[in-house]
């Protein structure tokens, strides 16, 4: 009895055994089933919270759209032009106060002079539209929003931030205004009243929906009022809208259904305004019977599935009882073969990986000799240079001990002063070359061999400034327009970092301006200039706090010249790309302060530039590089 029971234990264990991969089979399938009847059921909600966001979506931008095209009609209005060309603030008063009465929506609209005063502004108080008296005027203190309007392009409207004052939500939107002659005459801008979107984004509605809810770019609820913002209520959903920008949530209280909007596409050269976003909810008390029901038919189907494989099971134990009494014998025989087979594979895959290790190998060896080579080559002749200029610095310090008691006259003085600094330069190129040869040579066995060091900033900038002197003075080679050179001082900034490759970066920014800014000037000027503009931007309030090497750097490098051609743009930081081939132009200078700042330096090199008016390049590099 004993010998009978303890195959039967066996064989049930086994059954157990094989149920097993079916009952976590059949419990995937029932988990999946049950998301798909429930997502079947949740489509029409989600269609429903869609149509909703479209709606709203729709609803804004035609009234943004309106604003905007109300914006651009004032600024091209030719009674306004020759109104504000005159400075006539009693025809400028006569045209925005019709168009006031025309759009009781807009809620003040005023005209700010080129020199940022209001002359003239509309108010619509309990309906009907006034002129503001000259007293209540504001100056430019009193209007922030103004550096939103700043370097307003003709024909174009712009708007700023959503704003709320006295308890309303408003949107400005602002459009130039240029003479007959094309002269800039300040601008008009208008105050809109976003009440009645608001109360018309809160009609619209969906069976089973919450109402639709609009935040702006800070999280601030809009078209409901909400105590807190949703960044301090929910910060996990808000940080997930801001990173997708559109999707849905779905979580135990409902389902959230966003998307981004944003106000007005941006200008050439300028950032868009951070978006809105609107927001679908469906309630928990729509959502959770559809679960229920979802899971019962899940668990229903999950029980028959599971009573089908108990029998299959069993069938399929009877057939393998026979079927390992008939593989017994080859068991021995197919692990024999399996065997060598992973030991034919094995060997075949340490062979190719070699092969490959080999042919790597020889393509490094290859580059460290060329490298190598040519660094030891460029040695011999520039250890001579420099040398012989050591030897000319030293032999011109004992003519000038030696003549330091006499009389030197006036020409000879300045002579060897000139001689002076000269030598002092070509040591300054001479031993940067040295560096780079000793970069070169580093290459060939580690490219992260550059030297790194804490310094002061300033003492880049000074060699800089040496560096660049002869080109802007009177033995520089003439140009189109003067051209000058400011350079703020970087002093009591200590970065550990690269000041090699920094200093490079710079120089190679400026000659890069010299080279093409002002070839050909923009029409009217007659003296260029250079800047360069350093400041230290704090860390990140979401940084993780690892000190003050996570602050960054920020240099700027300003001209005023003809900016850069749109179609050139996007190609100006590719290797040997230059628009002055023939000319002097090699396309490495902008290629390698590209490579320095993000290879080298951990930073980031930006450019800004409008066509005419001239470009902005921005070096951003960590405190302590990475």
């Not at 999950?302 to 009882?321: D, I, K, N, P, Y």
């Not at 460029?378 to 000319?392: D, Q, V």
Request: charged share 25%; hydrophobic share 45%; net charge neutral.
């Amino acid at each position: 009895m004993a010998l009978d029971r303890r195959p039967r234990a066996s064989e049930g264990r086994i059954l157990v055994l094989r149920l097993l991969p079916w009952l976590l089979l059949i419990g995937l399938i029932g988990a999946l089933s049950y998301l798909r009847l429930l997502d079947l059921r949740l489509s029409p909600l989600r269609a429903q919270a869609r149509t909703l966001l479209e709606q709203g979506i729709a609803l804004t931008g035609s009234e943004l759209a309106d604003l905007s095209r109300s914006a651009l009609v004032l600024g091209q209005m030719p009674a306004i032009g020759v109104a504000a060309a005159s400075a006539d603030t009693s025809a400028m008063a006569s045209a925005l106060l019709a168009h006031a009465r025309a759009s009781p929506r807009h809620a003040e609209i005023s005209w700010i002079d080129e020199n940022g005063q209001e002359r003239v502004r509309t108010e619509h108080l309990d309906g009907v539209a006034l002129l503001a008296t000259s007293s209540t005027l504001r100056r430019p203190a009193q209007m922030p929003w103004l550096t939103h309007f700043a370097d307003l392009l003709p024909a174009e409207a712009r708007f700023s931030p959503l704003g709320r004052e006295g308890g309303r939500h408003t949107l400005r939107a602002a459009s130039p205004v240029y003479d007959a002659g094309g002269r800039l005459r300040g601008m008009v801008v208008i105050q809109h009243d976003l009440q009645a979107m608001m109360a018309r984004l809160a009609r619209l509605q969906q069976p089973a929906l919450d109402p639709l809810r609009l935040y702006d770019s800070e999280g601030r609820a809009v078209s409901i009022a909400e105590p807190q913002p949703l960044a301090v209520r929910d910060p996990e959903l808000w940080r997930v809208m801001q990173e997708q920008g559109r999707g849905r949530r779905e979580l135990d209280a409902g389902m959230w259904h966003f998307q981004d909007f944003l106000p007005a596409e941006p200008g050439p050269g300028r950032l868009a305004l951070q978006p809105w976003f609107f927001l679908a909810h469906v309630p928990r008390d729509s959502v959770e019977p559809l679960r229920h029901a979802s899971a019962w038919q899940s668990l229903l189907a999950c029980t028959a599935v599971f009573g089908l494989a108990v029998l299959l099971v069993r069938r399929q134990r009877r057939t393998e009882v026979e079927r390992e009494r008939l593989l017994a014998d080859l068991q021995t025989n197919h692990r024999a073969l399996a065997e060598a087979k992973a030991g034919a594979d094995d060997a075949l895959r340490r062979l190719r990986q070699l092969q490959d290790e080999l042919v790597q190998a020889e393509k490094l060896a290859s580059l460290g000799l060329l490298v190598a080579g040519v660094a030891h080559e460029l040695n011999t002749p520039l250890g001579s240079a420099r040398m012989t200029a050591s030897t000319l610095v030293r032999r011109l310090g004992e003519a000038e001990r030696e003549l330091g008691a006499a009389a030197l006259p006036v020409p000879v003085a300045r002579l060897l002063e000139r001689q002076r600094a000269g030598l002092d330069i070509v040591e300054h190129s001479l031993e940067r070359a040295s560096q780079v040869i000793r970069l070169f040579k580093q290459l060939a066995v580690d490219r992260g061999a550059v030297e790194r060091r804490r310094f002061e900033l300033d003492e880049v900038l000074q060699d800089v400034r040496r560096l660049l002197v002869p080109r802007l003075g009177s033995e520089a080679p003439p140009r189109p327009v003067p051209v000058s050179l400011h350079i703020a001082s970087g002093a009591g900034l200590v970065l550990d970092s690269y000041p090699g490759p920094l200093g490079q970066v710079i120089e190679n920014l400026i000659g890069n301006a010299l080279m093409h800014a002002f070839d050909p000037p923009p029409p009217g000027l007659m003296q260029g200039s250079i800047r360069v503009l350093c400041r230290v931007d704090p860390a990140d309030a979401n940084d993780d706090g690892d000190g003050d090497g996570r602050d960054e750097l920020e240099i700027e490098v300003i001209d005023d010249g003809c900016g850069i051609d749109p179609l050139v743009l996007p190609r100006i930081f590719d290797p040997f790309f230059t628009t002055r081939r023939g000319r002097g132009g090699t396309g490495i200078g902008l290629h390698l302060c590209h490579h320095f700042c993000t290879q080298v330096l951990g930073g980031r090199l930006l450019v800004e530039t409008c066509p005419g008016e001239g470009s902005r390049f921005s070096v951003r590099i960590p405190l302590r590089a990475p």
